[in-house]
């Protein structure tokens, strides 16, 4: 697994990951707005996309299965990253994270997909009850 610049991408983002991790291969993109993090912050945010590169394709699978729940799926999915970042991380810097996050979409630093995608709120509530 590699980290991947992308400069000046056409939609700015944080970081996101490539669905190939069960082949063992791929990479996890970072842009620009990466490095506002901390260092801790940038661990949590590594830790979260990793989850997702590891586990992308048992949720794909599920979601031929359950299409129509393809929403509520991608939910879970953050839920789950944001709690694997905070167990390997740990909880103050996946906090810290999430709400450095959403201030970037507050003041349109970063697009959100509030479709398939909890709140922020719903993430930082979800963490909060792992201390």
């Not at 983002?13 to 620009?32: C, H, K, M, T």
């Not at 789950?80 to 906090?95: F, H, M, N, S």
Request: aromatic share 16%; charged share 25%; with cysteine.
């Amino acid at each position: 697994l590699e980290l991947k610049y992308i400069r000046n991408p056409k939609k700015p983002f944080i970081a996101n990951s490539s669905p190939l991790g069960f082949l063992e291969i791929g990479y996890i993109n970072i842009d620009n707005l990466f490095f506002l993090f901390s260092t801790e912050e940038k661990k949590a945010v590594i830790a979260h996309e990793y989850w997702h590169y590891k586990n992308n394709f048992c949720y794909e699978i599920k979601k031929i299965w359950l299409i129509f729940c393809f929403n509520q799926i991608k939910k879970l999915q953050e839920f789950e990253a944001d709690i694997y970042a905070a167990r390997k991380i740990g909880v103050k810097p996946t906090l810290s994270m999430l709400k450095r996050i959403k201030q970037m979409i507050k003041y349109g630093k970063i697009s959100y997909n509030y479709k398939n995608h909890p709140t922020m709120e719903e993430r930082i509530a979800n963490i909060t009850r792992l201390k």
